[in-house]
């Protein structure tokens, strides 16, 4: 069993800079793929980001590309997501799971991602 806790979020003006972070106890975090959603209320939640186990491989929904980056630490076991220029799109819960490659990096398998983080919420003021 795997335990994700996400932090990080908060209320910033446009043009900032945020780090999460998704924080992993209980099994071998660098067992798992992670990745990154995030989700309006009364809109689809959306992949942002995704990085491999050993975080060699990650991979970006094109609109955020140039933007955020995702990256991990296996020793601290936690995944980190550093969003930069930040718009007021950007406003959302934004989540983490974890799981196998597949399912983290091929949207037709997100729904087989096996843990899930409660979410931090981010608020970008214009």
């Known amino acids: 069993q795997v335990q994700l806790v996400e932090s990080g979020g908060g209320l910033v003006q446009a043009g900032d800079s945020l780090r999460l972070s998704c924080a992993a106890s209980g099994r071998t975090f660098s067992s798992y793929a992670v990745a990154w959603f995030r989700q309006v209320p009364g809109k689809e939640r959306e992949f942002v980001a995704a990085i491999s186990r050993g975080g060699g491989t990650t991979y970006y929904a094109d609109s955020l590309k140039g933007r955020f980056t995702i990256a991990r630490d296996n020793a601290k076991n936690t995944v980190y997501l550093q969003m930069n220029s930040l718009k007021p799109e950007d406003t959302a819960v934004y989540y983490c799971?974890?799981?196998?490659?597949?399912?983290?990096?091929?949207?037709?398998?997100?729904?087989?991602?096996?843990?899930w983080g409660q979410g931090t919420r981010v608020t970008v003021s214009s």
């Open positions: 799971a974890a799981g196998s490659f597949k399912s983290a990096f091929y949207s037709s398998s997100f729904s087989s991602l096996d843990y």
